[in-house]
């Protein structure tokens, strides 16, 4: 793979994943070539080019096949998205700015938190088929990403689940409960209580 088209990538990384022992591990080495081989700005060229017209900040899918779906991640500023789950294998290749992911694991009916990664500008980031995390754009401008999903996004929206941002009670991912436990997460994280089961509200002094 040397420059990046959409279709070049979503062909190479199907075959990858189909003839790997783990689609996790090939997911990822295909976007870390793409990120060695590529600049930044060379890769969001190419997603703008294939962002459907019209579509609107949190619908910008590049491709969508029953293996793979590629996502153009335009994370406004300081948005904190609800904790969540995708049931499949997962990356975010950051391109612009910074991405948090805040790391969670099931604990008895709940959750606890495990661990924040940041991700700046060429890193990968993979999530394991079982993750559960939440994203976090730190910064005053809007962040850029690639996000690469192992399956169908459209087809297993009923398979997925989101966690409530007050007591991380599991609830099913329909549409407009993503968007509702975004803003109680960001509301909370503004007032964050003390919780053993919260991620640590960022110290980051705003730039
Ligand atoms: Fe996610």
Same mark, same amino acid.
């Given at each position: 793979?040397?420059?990046?088209?959409?279709?070049?990538?979503?062909?190479?990384?199907?075959?990858?994943?189909?003839?790997?022992?783990?689609?996790?591990?090939?997911?990822?080495?295909?976007?870390?070539? #793409?990120?060695?081989?590529? +600049?930044?700005?060379?890769? =969001? /060229?190419? &997603? !703008?080019?294939?962002?459907?017209?019209?579509?609107?900040?949190?619908?910008?899918?590049?491709?969508?096949?029953?293996?793979?779906?590629?996502?153009?991640?335009?994370?406004?500023?300081?948005?904190?998205? #609800?904790?969540?789950?995708? +049931?499949?294998?997962?990356? =975010? /290749?950051? &391109? !612009?700015?910074?991405?948090?992911?805040?790391?969670?694991?099931?604990?008895?009916?709940?959750?606890?938190?495990?661990?924040?990664?940041?991700?700046?500008?060429?890193?990968?980031?993979?999530?394991?088929?079982?993750?559960?995390?939440?994203?976090?754009?730190?910064?005053?401008?809007?962040?850029?990403?690639?996000?690469?999903?192992?399956?169908?996004?459209?087809?297993?929206?009923?398979?997925?689940?989101?966690?409530?941002?007050?007591?991380?009670?599991?609830?099913?991912?329909?549409?407009?409960?993503?968007?509702?436990?975004?803003?109680?997460?960001?509301?909370?994280?503004?007032?964050?209580?003390?919780?053993?089961?919260?991620?640590?509200?960022?110290?980051?002094?705003?730039?």
């Amino acid at each position: 793979m040397s420059e990046f088209s959409v279709d070049g990538f979503a062909a190479a990384c199907k075959e990858a994943m189909a003839s790997a022992d783990g689609s996790h591990k090939a997911m990822k080495a295909c976007l870390d070539e #793409a990120m060695a081989e590529n +600049t930044p700005a060379e890769v =969001i /060229a190419a &997603l !703008e080019a294939a962002v459907p017209a019209g579509a609107d900040i949190g619908e910008l899918i590049v491709h969508a096949s029953p293996e793979l779906t590629m996502l153009y991640g335009r994370i406004p500023p300081r948005f904190q998205s #609800a904790t969540h789950n995708h +049931t499949v294998v997962a990356c =975010i /290749a950051q &391109l !612009e700015g910074e991405e948090i992911s805040h790391i969670y694991r099931r604990d008895g009916d709940g959750l606890r938190f495990i661990d924040s990664k940041t991700a700046v500008p060429g890193d990968v980031v993979a999530l394991a088929a079982d993750a559960i995390h939440g994203i976090e754009n730190p910064n005053p401008t809007t962040g850029g990403a690639l996000h690469v999903y192992g399956g169908d996004f459209g087809a297993i929206v009923d398979q997925r689940s989101l966690w409530s941002a007050d007591r991380h009670e599991e609830i099913a991912f329909f549409f407009p409960a993503p968007l509702k436990e975004s803003v109680k997460t960001m509301k909370r994280a503004a007032t964050p209580p003390v919780s053993t089961l919260s991620p640590p509200p960022s110290r980051r002094p705003p730039r």
